[in-house]
T-cell receptor, first 114, second 112 residues
Framework: GAVVSQHPSRVICKSGTSVKIECRSL??????MFWYRQFPKQSLMLMAT?????????EQGVEKDKFLINHASLTLSTLTVTSAHPEDSSFYIC??????????FGDGTRLSIL | QQQVKQSPQSLIVQKGGISIINCAYE??????FPWYQQFPGKGPALLIA?????SEKKEGRFTISFNKSAKQFSLHIMDSQPGDSATYFC???????????FGQGTILTVHP
């Protein structure tokens, strides 16, 4: 079945650094990818939607200059958290879908900013 | 109008019992209603989904009941097992809108 691979699964870094998270669809073409953020014991909050080859559409309140999203191919999207600070620490989850198909989620990235 | 309200927040069930989680929505444009299961430290996994043209869908021990007039849908887990202990999210999507709206989640604990 459809597999979405997210890397790294966990990252710890110092405040002020930039962190890149990769999301790959392994066995299907991901025409659309989504990036979510999840705080402990809370639901998933959609950050942005990206279509291959187009600029990402960000949800209200999400800083596009802080969370850079690239969806350059049908199997890869990246999220870069720029100049990360402790308040950016969270669980980031990507999902992907092909046209008319259900969304499939990656296993998330636990980001901890010291 | 984009909200999906999920209840209860947490649920404790004995092994072999039935777990029931409920969701309600407002947006009548929603036409796809999936349920996701999430284990700690993992992403959500699609469990079962329904479209509003049917009132019930069953897959193994998991059943979705859908009431279009009441704008409610629920997940029933029959013969609940300790391995079912996880957080469950309902969601809804309008095909034209394209984005999933998630409920708040239910933490299910199944005691052996």
């Amino acid at each position: 079945g459809a597999v979405v691979s997210q890397h790294p699964s966990r990252v710890i870094c110092k405040s002020g650094t930039s962190v890149k998270i990769e999301c790959r669809s392994l066995d299907f073409q991901a025409t659309t990818m989504f990036w979510y953020r999840q705080f402990p014991k809370q639901s998933l909050m959609l950050m942005a939607t990206s279509n291959e080859g187009s600029k990402a559409t960000y949800e209200q309140g999400v800083e596009k200059d802080k969370f850079l999203i690239n969806h350059a191919s049908l199997t890869l999207s990246t999220l870069t958290v720029t100049s990360a600070h402790p308040e950016d620490s969270s669980f980031y989850i990507c999902s992907a879908r092909d046209l008319g198909q259900p969304q499939h989620f990656g296993d998330g990235t636990r980001l901890s900013i010291l | 109008q984009q909200q999906v309200k999920q209840s209860p927040q947490s649920l404790i069930v004995q092994k072999g019992g039935i777990s029931i989680i409920n969701c309600a929505y407002e947006n009548t444009a929603f036409d796809y209603f999936p349920w996701y299961q999430q284990f700690p430290g993992k992403g959500p996994a699609l469990l079962i989904a329904i479209r509003p043209d049917v009132s019930e869908k069953k897959e193994g021990r998991f059943t979705i009941s859908f009431n279009k007039s009441a704008k409610q849908f629920s997940l029933h887990i029959m013969d609940s097992q300790p391995g079912d202990s996880a957080t469950y999210f309902c969601a809804a999507k309008a095909t034209s809108y394209g984005k999933l709206t998630f409920g708040q989640g239910t933490i299910l604990t199944v005691h052996p």
